[in-house]
C-alpha cells in the first residue's frame, strides 16, 4: 500500500496529539508508521520531532497546527526539502480511530494514484 506506482513510498510519523489504536490499525494495513513516543521523542519539542521525520523521510502527521505551520514555512523558504506534514482537521474527533484511519487511507490512495507525494516541502490537510 506505500509504494506508489511511481515509486514514491509514504512513510509518517505521528506525533502525540494522534491516536495509538489508529496507529495500530494502520500497521495492520500496511501503513509504515511510528508513533513519537516509540522513537524515543514523548518529552520532544516540535521542532526536534520535525527534525527527526524530517531526517528519516516521514511525513509528520499531527493536529498541531499553530507550531507545526510554522516550521514548514521556514523550511520551506529556505528551500530545504522535507517530506511534509499532514494536519488532522478539528472535524476528525480525536477518539474516532476509524475516521482517521479512514482519511489516511484515503490520502494514501489519493496519492499514489497520482504517483506523488502533494505535501512534500510543504503541508496539506485529511479530509
Known sequence: MSDAPGGQTFRFLFDQH???????????????????????LAEADDPEIFRWAQSEGR??????????????????????PFPGVLFLPSSLRPNDVGAHVTALIRWINDAEAAAANPVENGLGWLS
Open 18 to 40: 494522534v491516536s495509538g489504536p489508529a496507529l495500530r490499525q494502520l500497521r495492520t494495513r500496511g501503513v509504515d508508521v511510528v508513533h513519537g513516543a516509540e522513537v524515543g
Open 59 to 80: 511525513i509528520v502527521l499531527t493536529r498541531n497546527y499553530r507550531d507545526f505551520a510554522p516550521l514548514v514555512r521556514a523550511l520551506a523558504a529556505a528551500r530545504e
